[in-house]
């Protein structure tokens, strides 16, 4: 179809508009060829008739459907030109407040001039991993997409952000390498990426400034260059800059600042800090009062200086680096503001008093005479002389601002290359991607040589653009098997030859600045000869001072004046000599020459009769063209090398208002910045691209019933569109995709919507016939009711007279009477039979009730004889079984007792023997530790001997080092300033001589003599600078001989041997040894910090003896305690013991027996009090040895703090001496090894006196042990014998525990006969195995149990990280802590337990920390399953709850652009459904119900995973603009009721899950409301309780319809919103 053809009635198209660039307009009639004139009807209702040339038909641009308004992408327009496209940014910018569109490989940035939250951490992760098609258009999606391909191609990737001044280039540069730094965590110490980000406020405070058009213009161009590893984690990053604004640092135009760092420091001046830099405010200083107002609103310029200060701390830069940096920033300040005056006849000068003359000479250590004297004169260099001349005023400031702008760029540099330096981590770069913030195309009302080079750069980044859109064009055509037809694009090599081609426009500049007398007007002038034919080259008709390019955005006028000088960059010589000359190291290395003379190398000096001709200025070999066209170049070699993501920052007005669309400022960018160009490119082939599955579900309505076949839906596509469409040129089929033409889409939606207008006319005539028949017929019916009645009235009054009435009413009275009188007759006959009946009837009632009281009472009479039967032979019955039972029990207690008897006898005897052996053992080993005490003691007070009179040796030797240094320091100072005195003499003859140049030939002879003097006292100075170099080496060697390594020694003496004479070498070789002498005092603080902190850890040793002493008492107080309670319970044995006599007859021989017991007992208790009291006795003598130690230890630290004490006096008087320490080095080494020997000697004594508390705590525990035994069996004489009972526990042996773990834990598979039976199996014989452990009561083996059960699962859970082990193990292990909290013997943890689950109970241990433990892995365990359920589950949540059509019929698919989703692919097999969410839920639950997890459990974990689906699904919703329509809420709708409905099959409904989806289901409420009236408002306000007002106000906003019957939410409907919300 040709398009001429779509200019048909109520078709919108585009025209031209003054005020808004283009306007809609409605044809009002259809067009036809050979029609001159197009009639249209505007907006505004005015009729507009629009010409038409019948032989050259340029009719104006078709509007765009509604339905492809305000898209993602501009590519997906039907229509691609300039005004489809302006529309669609105004339509996403300003009505759905979207500031992100793509434009094929482009991403335009409108900067909205507010802050928007959408760029924190949790929008980073959402886009993290996300194909670029899947998400609305972000910085942080074009981020990703380089980011996934740099790992993904091996390919080094570069973002090229672009724009105009205040369009947001810098935000969106900072915000891209934001996103690299969070999703790229380097892993190391090192926080690189932390570095990476605080080099942007640097950068900022000294490269960006306040502009008309930008509050944080960014001045420069930047390529920083991201480094990653192989892991592809950030290492590192350069950063390269190009073309520094150093005009803004003198001249700053109305309305605009410095750049921001002067600000900062101002703002500081009062702080101490900045004291030394003699600042005043930023008003008082004329470079930064230039532009008026020194304030940015918003801004606070001290809070932005310690943000400053810390990024340069971050980075490692230090408090000496930034004080020379500040230093030359505030000297920078002062020079400003220096007075030149005019001295008359070109002359000019500068007031030797200037205060801030002073201080720009003071803070940078320069000679103010020399400063003042080359800043009002120039020295000329001539063949045969050299001339001083003077300059005039404007020359002397004009060379004041040159060095002034000089001096920044050096320091501008010298930062970035210190940046460049702390962001260099060790490590291999594998690749790397870099974020290019460069400036746009620039166009003023004043161009000059910075607007010319910006103009250059955009240029040559605009033919790489082309080139880069041209080749994805192609390989787009060639990877879909189309034919590749060549396009037509605009290649500006042309005017990239004009300008830097030899004989160019950068070439004649750099001509015309070899020329000493080379002026602006000469160089416009050979413009002129030499470029006149160029046709991308013209002079203006009303200027000769200027020149016009034609650019490929515009044609731009240049004024030549400034050209030359800034192309120069000229400084004279002498200034930089003056300022090489600086005392300030920091400044002095700004100005050194780039190329080393040859003077250095080997051979004989020659000094030549006559110095030789300098030029004026070096820097002429390189201009600032030439370097900025080199480091162009090296950029286009970079970004070729690299794969292109491109970033396009538009400015939507001049006024800098919030959401305000100025469409005549927005087309001129899109213009310049290629994006029109790509629109065009992709226009003139085949723009619009659908998939086969797009195609089929958009235009399947146009299908018939033979076409719609299913089986081949590619087949179908074809068929479908040969048919609808007859000319084939105006589309391609691909492999995967049929390209269009341009407005071949809109004709496909003109016939679906007429399909569809058809179709609902159809169910219109349908419904309506329907509707006025159904009315019809009721009327009908109401009209034949009302005329039934209307007719019987008329009857009746015709039939009717007054004689039948009166006849009527007669034969009414009379049958009235008669029925009265015969129902009276009747009632009175049965009232009489019904009193008889009535008195036989309760005669008969009581004799039978009568009769019936009788029998019940017989009855009962009967039950209770045969009750008291019953219960007598029951009792009988019991009477003769508990006699049996009572028999038996006693014949048992006999035997028992024998054995207890018996066994009591021989653990008594064990007993005796181990207590007897643990006394001696005792008793050796505290004669041994005494021993070892006194020989301790001899050696530390030997050693303290010895170490003090070596250190009063060492205090005298190094006195007398120190007396000779003096000498030596005063008889070299001396020296200097004899040196000092000759240099000086020798200056001022020099000086004399030039002043009295007239009588050189009489002065000559004196001169020789003079120089002779000269040249001895030169060969004086050299041997005594030498005999000064080897006596300075010498003491510094002496003094850190001991301390650093020899090539560091040498870094604080000069090597230069030839120049070693010179007075300022002799200061530099007296400042090493300064810087000896300081590293010096610093080893020695260091040595004293050490010493100090060696004595406080023996201090603390001793403290802890003492403490260690004093828990020593207490445990043998504890001790005593504990075998007082041993005698009490052998006593209350012995009471317990007597109450056996009184047995009956036949236990008598166990009484007799059981006495003798008793008197064993007492001779035994006898005999272990008598070793208790020896016990006590021991210890005693123990405690007072101890207490003796202790007094002993307490006099060794005193005797320690003493020596401290003096040590600390020597250190002190060393320290105020700066004496040498190499010896006391060595000695304090020696000290340090025998205190050290000594404290772990006495660590060692330490622990052997654990050791023994040790062995004495488990001797008290086996004493404990016996009693106990001793009381089981008591209790078992006492108690009769039950019948024999399961105990519930597992035995098993220690050798056998590594075995039973690995068959019941490591071994064991989920999948399993007896785990399907008991899926909780391994937890209870596991715990039968604890309880085993407790029943022997054996602490060692229930310990060794439980850590190998709880490592076991956790090296199972490890090792098998899939979702059924996680699942099994996750159950068993909750069930063992059940098992363990039900059976530890806790009140509250046996509220529900029976008596004899109560009675089971673990008896002798508490497992309360192994609980927490197993408590934790079970923790550890739920939140592996929660990951690995939500790795298999997170891929199928957004395809089957949000791109799925899950009711059938209504599609909600629309057209896409170049960023095609990642699932619209031709693979229907691949798509996951709501029956595939619904599907793997019910897996996950049924293999938690199958291993017997907790219902608590599984609810958990179901309303865990409901909340991954809820939350994912409504993030993808707020993220993804095409989500947001009214079918899309239906289908999230019916798939919530899916979840809900699967919910209740499987009794889940109390788990709260449900709940967890709300926001999702009222965000598809808010879809499918009706969004137009107040209370449209109202509702929303009132329903949408689980959302917040962003959320609405943004799902409004992103409101998109699918079909023209829909409308989209205006913006005032959404301020209804939003005030409804604030009310």
Known sequence: MALSELYTKYNRVWILDEEHVWKSAEITKDFHSGDNVLQLLLEDGTVHLYPVDPSKPNLPPLRNPDILVGENDLTALSYLHEPAVLHNLKVRFVESRIIYTYCGIILVAVNPYKQLPIYGDAIIHAYSGQNMGDMDPHIFAVAEEAYKQMARNHKNQSIIVSGESGAGKTVSARYAMRYFAVVSKSGSDTRVEDKVLASNPITEAIGNAKTTRNDNSSRFGKYTEISFDRRYRIIGANMRTYLLEKSRVVFQAENERNYHIFYQMCSCADSAEFKTLRLLSADEFRYTSMGGDVT?????????????????????????????????????????????????????????????????????????????????????????????????????????????????????????????????????????????????????????????????????????????????????????????????????????????????????????????????????????????????????????????????????????????????????????????????????????????????????????????????????????????????????????????????????????LPFEYDSGRVVQQLRACGVLETIRISAQSYPSRWTYIEFYSRYSILMSHLEADLTDKKETCKNVLQRLIQDSNQYKFGRTKIFFRAGQVAYLEKLRLDRLRGACVTIQKHVRGWSHRRKYLRIREAAIILQQYIRGKRTIRKTVTAEILKQGWAVVVIQRHWRGYRTRQVYQILNKENRGLMERLTSLASTHSQTMDRVRSQEAQLEKITNLKASAEERERKAKEEANLTINQLQKQIEALKLEKENMEKKLEASIKETKESFDQVKMSLQEEKENEVRLRKIAENNIEIQRHDNEKELETLKEEIKRLKEERVSLKRKMEEGAQVSSDLQEQVLQLTKHVKVIPELRRDMNNLQNQRDNLDRRMKEQSEQTRAKTKEIIRQLLGGVVEEEKIGGFIPDDSEKIYEPDDLEEAFEGLQKATRLMESHQREQKEMYESQLEGLSLKVDHLQNENSKLQNLFHEKSNINEDIRQEVSRLSSENSVIPELKLQVSELQRQKQELDAVVKEQSCELAEKNNEISTILHKKIAEESTQRRHFEERAKELDETREQLQG????????????????????????????????????????????????????????????????????????????????????????????????????????????????????????????????????????????IQ???????????????????????????????????????????????????????????????????????????????????????PGMLEHESLQGISSMKPTGFRKRSNSMYKDSEKYTISSILQQLSVFHSAMSHHGMEQSLIKQVVKQLFFLVGATTFNHIMLCKDMCSCRKGMQIRCNISYLEEWLKENELQSSGAIDTLRPLAQAAWLLQVNKSTDEDAQEIAENCTELNPDQIVKILNSYTPIDDFEKRVTSSFVRKVQVSFAV
């Not at 070899?514 to 030499?530: A, C, M």
């Not at 079970?1418 to 957004?1438: D, G, N």
């Open 296 to 656: 940015i609103e918003g801004v606070d310029d001290k809070k932005d200086m310690e943000e400053t200060r810390r990024t340069f701390s971050l980075l490692g830069l230090k408090e000496d680096f930034q004080s020379d940096v500040f230093k030359v920033l505030a000297a920078i300040l002062h020079l400003g503001n220096v007075e030149i005056r005019s001295s008359g006849d070109d002359r000019s000068s500068a007031p030797s008093n200037d205060p801030h003359l002073a201080a720009f000479c003071d803070l940078l250590s320069v000679s103010p005479s020399e400063l003042v004297r080359w800043l009002c004169h120039r020295r000329i260099v001539l063949v045969s002389e050299t001339v001083v001349k003077p300059v005039p005023k404007e020359r002397a400031m004009a060379a004041r601002d040159a060095l002034a702008k000089q001096i920044y760029a050096h320091l501008f540099d010298c930062i970035i290359t210190r940046i460049n330096t702390a962001l260099q981590v060790p490590g291999k770069q594998h690749a790397f991607i870099g974020v290019l913030d460069i400036y746009g195309f620039e166009t003023f009302d004043i161009n000059s040589f910075e607007q010319f080079c910006i103009n250059y750069a955009n240029e040559k980044l605009q033919q790489q653009f082309n080139l880069h859109v041209f080749k994805l064009e192609q390989e787009e055509y060639m990877k879909e098997d189309i034919p590749w037809t060549l396009i037509d694009f605009y290649d500006n090599q042309p005017v990239i030859d004009l300008i830097e081609a030899k004989m160019g426009i950068l070439d004649l500049l750099d001509e015309e600045c070899l020329f000493p007398q080379g002026t602006d007007q000469s160089w416009l002038q050979k413009l002129y000869n030499y470029l006149e034919a160029n046709p991308l080259f013209e002079k203006p008709r009303l200027s000769n001072e200027a020149f016009v390019i034609q650019h490929f955005a515009d044609k731009v006028e240049y004024q030549c004046r400034g050209f030359l000088e800034k192309n120069r960059d000229a400084l004279y010589e002498e200034l930089v000599d003056t300022m090489r000359a600086s005392k300030f190291p920091f400044l002095a290395n700004f100005f050194q020459e780039e190329e080393q003379s040859s003077a250095n190398s080997k051979g004989v000096r020659v000094k030549a009769a006559r110095p030789p001709v300098k030029p004026a200025n070096k820097q002429l070999r390189t201009s600032v063209g030439n370097k900025f066209c080199s480091s162009l170049s090296l950029l286009m070699e970079t970004l070729n090398a690299t794969t292109p993501h491109y970033v396009r920052c538009i400015k939507p007005n001049d006024e800098k």
């Open 1352 to 1438: 076991g699962i956790k090296k199972v859970t490890v090792a098998y990280k899939e979702f059924e082990s996680l699942s099994f193990w996750l159950s068993n292990t909750y069930q063992l802590l059940n098992c363990l909290k039900q059976y530890s013997g806790e009140e509250e943890f046996q509220k529900q337990s029976t008596a004899r689950q109560k009675k089971n109970c673990l008896q002798n241990f508490d497992l309360s920390e192994h609980r927490q433990i197993l408590s934790d892995v079970a923790i550890q365990i739920y939140h592996q399953l929660i990951s690995v359920m939500q790795k298999i589950l997170t891929p199928t949540i957004v």
């Open 1210 to 1349: 020597r250190i002190e008087e060393l320290e105020e001496e700066n004496e040498h320490l190499k010896r006391q080095q060595l000695m304090e080494g020696e000290v340090k090894r025998k205190l050290r020997e000594e404290a772990s000697q006495l660590t060692a004594e330490n622990m052997d006196l654990e050791e023994q508390l040790d062995q004495k705590e488990r001797c008290i525990k086996k004493l404990h042990k016996q009693i106990k035994s001793l009381k089981r069996s008591q209790r078992a004489k006492q108690n009769p014998a039950l019948p024999k009972e399961y105990l519930g526990m597992l035995e098993y042996g220690r050798e056998d525990e590594a075995r039973l773990i690995q068959t019941i834990i490591i071994d064991l598979k989920p999948k399993g006969v007896v785990v399907n039976v008991i899926p909780t199996l391994p937890a209870f014989l596991l715990f039968m195995c604890v309880r085993h452990a407790d029943y022997l009561n054996d602490d060692n083996k229930l310990k060794s149990l439980m850590n190998s059960i």
